[in-house]
Every structure is written in C-alpha cells, then in structure tokens.
C-alpha cells in the first residue's frame, strides 16, 4: 500500500511536467508534418495530361499587352468623401463668398464697438479708430448699430447687430 501512496505522490507532483511532455510531443509531430510533408495523392480516374508545348498549338492567342488600358475621363472628386468636421459650400453649389472680406459687428458697449473681420476680433474701437482697412465712422448705442468706411473702396458699411 506504501509503494501505492508513494506512486500517487509523484505522480501528482509531476503532473506539469507530465503536460509538459505531452505538449511538446504534439508539437513536435507538428512540426514534422510541416517539414516532411506526406507526398500528395494521385486521384485514380483522371488520366494524366498529354505533353503538349504552346509552340505545337497552331491557334494560340496574342499575348495580354504589358500595360493597363487608360481610364476613362471620369469626376473623381464625386468618389471622395468631405471631413465631416467642415463645411464646404463649393462643392455643394453653396451660396458664393462675398469679393470683399467678411465683417460682423460682435458687440456696442460703452460708445465702442468690436468687430469681426475674416473670422478675427478686433479690440474695443471707437470712432475714428482704423482696423484691417476700416474706419469707424459712426457708433450708434441706442440702435446698436456702426458706420464703418473702407480704406481701399471708399464704401462705407451700416452694420447692426441682429
């Protein structure tokens, strides 16, 4: 019975080493059938192929050429997507862009206005003050509303706010 008990020991405390083993067994038969492939088969109905060479075959056709054939004159700017984080008016028959820079009035506080221009704030102006080729004319607080002359055109601007 002692020699039972002592057989059942080891064999629990051996028993990684016992996986061990039989994993590694596997893997080498694995790796032996990769290696040493078994030959392939031969089916037994089909008869084998005639030797024939492409210069015995009297209709053979010309070969492919070596370059692709030209694309047709397609629009590829329908296949691409739009970031989805942008807006793009062109490309949507949008309404068009002003020829002249954009200018917003953004606020009137204090006989002073600050206005928006190609999407930059411009300080607290008074009138009199030029900004990007601008000239305030006139700040109205009660209407709130500005009179803005342009340097380059000379046309002068009624912004309001909305």
Do not use: H
Request: hydrophobic content about 40%; glycine content about 6%; aromatic content about 8%.
């Amino acid at each position: 019975m002692d020699k039972l008990i002592k057989f059942g020991k080891w064999v629990w405390f051996a028993k990684e080493r016992a996986v061990l083993g039989v994993v590694l067994l596997v893997l080498c038969f694995s790796v032996y059938r990769v290696v040493f492939p078994p030959p392939p088969e031969a089916p037994a109905d089909v008869p084998p192929a005639p030797s024939t060479s492409v210069a015995e075959i009297e209709d053979v056709p010309p070969p492919p050429p070596d370059y692709p054939a030209p694309y047709p004159q397609m629009e590829f700017r329908d296949m691409v997507r739009a970031n989805p984080w942008s807006w793009d008016d062109s490309r949507r028959g949008g309404p068009a862009q002003p020829e002249g820079p954009d200018v917003e009035l953004d606020r009137i506080m204090m006989n002073r206005v600050r206005l928006i221009i190609d999407g930059q704030r411009s300080r607290l102006l008074k009138e009199g003050d030029t900004f990007e080729g601008y000239t305030v004319v006139s700040v109205d607080e009660t209407a709130q509303s500005c009179v803005l002359e342009s340097a380059e055109t000379g046309e002068t601007l009624q912004l309001s706010e909305e």
